[in-house]
């Protein structure tokens, strides 16, 4: 079956726009997660989601950092007024129940560059 | 210094070696886990080990766990070219219910055909 896919792979914007990073999880996984990779800060957590309710979004950098989950199956991350530290990769995860010993199943990533 | 911190940071090696990945972390652990990366993009997991186990095998690859020393080791034997890759340690918390995955910085294996 497929896999965990985000759209896009690919985006550059320039300061102070909005951006918005799709995460499309497996078909059935009930958890879904947020992770950040850039230069110097290695893989960081933003948010996790159970369903559509969000329980942990403590990773989230700043109040410009939100996200959603619709239908228990996509997520949208939103990034309001980006800065050029927005710049990175995001990564995106599902699992199937969200317990401590499921494996996380990784998408390709979005690729940000903000200018 | 961050939870899960690997070493070596880079480690090249030539084909057939052996290569040894080390991890360590600071707090209490449910589980540590192992992702590879190839080019910068999408993680895939390799194994978990949990921390009531010691040692545990996948395929090739073999995980050792000490809770003592908060360390793990990844071990690669007899290494390819396409052993090339970011290596990851992530580690599952013991204070949550749920998979929030606390990443290292990784080390980044070169082996030279």
């Known amino acids: 079956g497929a896999g965990v896919s985000q759209s896009p792979s690919n985006k550059v914007t320039e300061k102070g726009k909005d951006v918005e990073l799709r995460c499309d999880p497996i078909?059935?996984?009930?958890?879904l997660y947020w992770y950040r990779q850039s230069l110097g800060q290695g893989l960081e957590f933003l948010i996790y989601?159970?369903?559509?309710?969000?329980?942990?979004k403590s990773g989230l950098p700043s109040d410009r950092f939100s996200a959603e989950r619709t239908g228990g199956s996509v997520s949208t991350l939103t990034i309001q007024r980006t800065q050029q530290e927005d710049s990175a990769v995001y990564l995106c995860?599902?699992?199937?129940?969200?317990?401590?010993?499921?494996?996380?199943?990784f998408g390709p990533g979005t690729r940000l560059t903000v200018l | 210094s961050q939870q899960g911190e690997e070493d070596p940071q880079a480690l090249s090696i030539q084909e057939g070696e052996n290569a040894t990945m080390n991890c360590s972390y600071k707090?209490?652990?449910?589980?540590l886990q192992w992702y590879r990366q190839n080019s910068g993009r999408g993680l895939v997991h390799l194994i978990l080990?949990?921390?009531?186990?010691r040692e545990k095998h996948s395929g090739r690859l073999r995980v050792t766990l000490d809770t003592s020393t908060k360390s793990s080791a990844l071990l690669i034997p007899a290494s390819r070219a396409a052993d090339t890759a970011s290596y990851f340690c992530?580690?599952?918390?013991?204070?949550?219910?749920?998979?929030?995955?606390?990443f290292g910085q990784g080390t980044i294996l070169t082996v030279h055909p």
């Open positions: 995860a599902s699992s199937l129940l969200g317990v401590r010993t499921d494996t996380q199943y």
């Open positions: 078909s059935g996984h009930t958890a």
């Open positions: 989601f159970q369903g559509n309710s969000a329980p942990d």
């Open positions: 707090t209490s652990i449910n589980n």
């Open positions: 080990i949990r921390s009531n186990e």
């Open positions: 992530a580690t599952g918390a013991g204070g949550t219910s749920y998979g929030k995955l606390t």
